[in-house]
């Protein structure tokens, strides 16, 4: 079955960086696009990048472009999110979630992980 | 902008649940999607295409709606339906990504 597992969370001091991790497996990873989104009480749910099937093209919202940056292993299903300068409005849980169309993005979260909890303190 | 109505709704099992979605501008293609999400877990996919049921959801749930309104519908509540739903527009023509802020259906 699908899974995916998110990994890398914790708790960090403003202005830090902060490396998160997902890991798939039962599906072929390579034909799909792959997107983070997170989630905080405040805010509620906000997709914040996307990574083409190639790793080719990436896309994020205003909010994290420039300071967060995704990536993607094929050989290894997973993906990455690189978050720097994080800020206390970063706190939150972090998804990793699969498009639920193949070969290209634009589709709705078909599958996500359980994620994981990012906490932005002195 | 999404805006889910309402922001919680009180009823009981066995009741027919009705949540409204409704867009600041027009859905392209009625790429609309519902998530169910309870407490601890994942958002869950239910519906996309405004109207169509994702494999293995029950035909109690039922979505509906074109252009900028669109409902969730569960025909009767169940214990494990009780939980937020959240509405999604999503596309790429332009890239769109955005969540509604969820419509909590609690026991009343």
């Known amino acids: 079955q699908v899974q995916l597992v998110e990994s890398g969370g914790g708790v960090v001091q403003p202005g830090r960086s902060l490396r998160l991790s997902c890991v798939t497996s039962?599906?072929?990873?390579?034909?799909?696009?792959m997107h983070w989104v997170r989630q905080t009480p405040d805010k509620g749910l906000e997709w914040l990048a996307l990574?083409?099937?190639?790793?080719?093209?990436?896309f994020y919202a205003d909010s994290v472009k420039g300071r967060f940056f995704i990536s993607r292993d094929n050989s290894k299903g997973s993906i990455v999110l690189e978050m720097n300068s994080l800020r206390p409005d970063d706190t939150a849980t972090y998804y990793c979630?699969?498009?639920?169309?193949?070969?290209?993005?634009?589709?709705?979260?078909?599958?996500w992980g359980q994620g994981t909890p990012v906490t932005v303190s002195s | 902008v999404l805006t889910q109505s309402p922001g919680t709704l009180s009823l009981s099992p066995g009741d027919r649940a009705t949540l409204s979605c409704r867009a600041s501008?027009?859905?392209?293609?009625?790429?609309l999607a519902w998530y169910q999400q309870k407490p601890g877990q994942p958002p869950r996919q239910l519906i996309y295409?405004?109207?169509n049921r994702v494999a293995g959801i029950p035909d109690k749930f039922s979505g509906s709606g074109s252009g900028t309104d669109f409902t969730l519908t569960i025909s009767r509540l169940e214990s494990e339906d009780f939980a937020v739903y959240y509405c999604?527009?999503?596309?790429?023509?332009?890239?769109?990504?955005?969540f509604g802020q969820g419509t909590k259906v609690e026991i009343k």
């Open positions: 501008q027009s859905v392209t293609n009625n790429y």
């Open positions: 039962g599906f072929p990873f390579k034909n799909y696009v």
């Open positions: 990574i083409s099937y190639d790793g080719n093209s990436k």
């Open positions: 999604q527009h999503y596309g790429n023509s332009p890239l769109v990504y955005t």
């Open positions: 295409g405004a109207s």
């Open positions: 979630a699969r498009d639920g169309w193949m070969s290209t993005f634009g589709g709705a979260h078909d599958y």
